[in-house]
């Protein structure tokens, strides 16, 4: 490993936390320091190049295959890596942040593979952001347990051969880590997330029989995917281990991305270990892209745009296709369904939804899915052990029969369905809900038995937003406007206060919630993501 030269980084404005100095040592900061050095004005560049692109799609209201790219996508003679061992089997796989008592009882959970999330559903205070990779640490060194305060019930990691693999999300290219700066400057928090859990676990990793592990969120491009290569070629010759050992996998979460799926394999073909379809942020992806494009890319309800959507089977058979040609694993979406307590009726309907959508999923030819509850981990097994037997994933099944069209991705008027009342109600209800415990440090939040994330809250402002400026009617005869989408909110409110009392509804965030769900979702100029002016708002 090389010498860490003195960090010129900086932490500001941050709290000491117990045990930081285990994550925040001068050899992992130097590391850090050294990345942003390297990769922040690149990636400066790329968020440029983001705007220029969205403005060309704001004047011509279309999208195509890049036909400069055309060779790589016609050349059949080249694969990414063999997938290492510990993510050749990735049937199931449970999504959930770093705090201590869901990184027990992910890596217990029965799923294979754990995406350990510094991302959606993670509010990226400085508590969470450093406690985070400090439980991920405790976890490879079997020096992890907790107990429950209120239940007294205490959990503890079961034997090596029985946990997940963990593979670790970091925040996207556009949050920046306001704690640690480098000469008045944040570090771009993909590189905070990826440098910190890399520098500490990599070698770990490797001598438990595993590797550093990664899946990329947001890419926009396959310049993108191109940087992270970079990021990763440069962090294995730091640390001095076998170039090829990080592996990743990219959400394919943007309208832009499903455009360039090949590319982006190609680019990390020597990283790359599958591609992943991410279905809440994909529909922002194409309200954001697409939000002056008129009637004809009008989303209905979010719910009501379901995997069968001919668009939504248009990318999400695209992405089968091309990780089984490329000799990529495809993973399928999330089930956000959390099992209630106290209601079996709702229980047994969402699990059979469940079971269709894995059965779905698993029949189309995907090599695995995630779950957001470790309830649903036997459900989804189930659905592809049926159909995967003893094999670790259906790679040979290359899918030629389908034949997808540039036009096909974005036939969002393909959808038998309009937005109701009802569906504006829930996006208010729902960004409200999540926006006020994201702003108490909360990124993964049940509510109406989903479990949501920021994903959510960025498809609900996005609606909004898309519906009154496309002034849409309503089922019920009512155009959405800036005045009902407030009356909307304020009788919101006004619930929320009647449900909890009002000495819980003082304690909460519920109106600064309430203003900036407003705010992103009435504004003029459309804000490229909700987190953005949030984090402003996030203490800690």
């Excluded at 510990?86 to 049937?91: C, F, G, H």
């Excluded at 047994?348 to 090599?367: N, Q, T």
């Amino acid at each position: 490993m090389s010498a860490p030269a003195p960090s010129p980084l900086a932490i500001v404005d941050a709290e000491p936390l117990p045990r930081q100095e285990e994550v925040l040592t001068d050899a992992a900061l130097a590391f850090v320091a050294e990345l942003h050095r390297r990769f922040t004005p690149r990636r400066d560049e790329l968020l440029a190049r983001r705007a220029e692109r969205r403005a060309e799609i704001a004047r011509t209201s279309t999208l195509d295959f890049l036909p400069e790219t055309a060779a790589i996508r016609a050349d059949d003679s080249w694969k990414v890596a063999p997938a290492p061992d510990a993510l050749q089997d990735r049937r199931v796989e449970i999504t959930g942040p770093t705090d201590r008592k869901m990184t027990i009882n992910a890596l217990n959970s029965g799923a294979r593979v754990w995406l350990a999330d510094f991302e959606d559903a993670s509010a990226p205070t400085w508590e969470n952001v450093i406690l985070g990779q400090l439980n991920l640490i405790s976890a490879y060194t079997r020096t992890i347990d907790f107990t429950d305060g209120r239940s007294g019930k205490s959990y503890a990691l079961r034997p090596a051969e029985e946990l997940a693999t963990a593979v670790v999300r970091p925040r996207g290219w556009h949050l920046d880590e306001r704690h640690l700066q480098v000469d008045g400057r944040p570090v771009p928090g993909a590189l905070v997330d990826f440098g910190l859990y890399f520098f500490h676990n990599a070698r770990r990793l490797l001598d438990l029989g595993k590797g550093p592990y990664f899946y990329l969120p947001k890419t926009e491009s396959h310049l993108e995917a191109r940087l992270w290569n970079e990021v990763f070629v440069f962090a294995q010759d730091y640390v001095g281990i076998p170039q090829g050992t990080v592996r990743a996998t990219v959400l394919i979460e943007t309208i832009t991305a499903a455009y360039e799926m090949e590319e982006i394999l190609y680019e990390l073909r020597d990283h790359a270990s599958g591609l992943n379809a991410g279905r809440w942020d994909y529909l922002f992806s194409i309200v954001k892209n697409f939000r002056d494009g008129g009637a004809k890319f009008v989303l209905p309800d979010r719910n009501a745009v379901t995997m069968t959507a001919p668009f939504m089977r248009a990318y999400t058979e695209l992405l089968v296709r091309t990780c089984h040609k490329r000799g990529a694993h495809a993973i399928g979406g999330m089930a956000a369904f959390i099992p209630s307590r106290r209601d079996a009726e709702v229980n047994k309907v969402a699990f059979e939804k469940v079971r269709a959508d894995k059965d779905r999923e698993a029949g189309d030819g995907f090599d695995g899915s995630w779950v957001a509850h470790p309830d649903l981990v036997p459900i989804a097994l189930e659905s592809f052990d049926k159909v995967l037997g003893d094999k670790p994933n259906q790679k040979d099944r290359l899918r030629e029969d389908v034949h997808v069209t540039a036009a096909d991705l974005i036939a969002v008027d393909s959808l038998d369905a309009s937005p109701t009342y009802a569906g504006l109600v829930n996006a208010v209800q729902v960004g409200i809900r999540y926006i006020e415990a994201w702003l108490r440090g909360l990124g993964a939040v049940a509510i109406f038995n989903l479990m949501e994330d920021a994903a959510t809250a960025e498809i609900s402002r996005s609606q909004i937003w898309q519906w009154i400026n496309a002034e849409v009617v309503l089922d019920n005869g009512e155009q959405v406007t800036a005045e009902l989408a407030r009356k909307v909110a304020a009788e919101e409110l006004a619930n929320i206060r009647a449900e909890i009392g009002d000495e819980a509804f003082a304690a909460g965030n519920w109106q600064q919630a309430h203003d900036l769900l407003l705010t992103v979702s009435l504004d003029e100029d459309y804000a490229d993501f909700l987190t953005l002016p949030a984090y402003e708002q996030l203490k800690g």
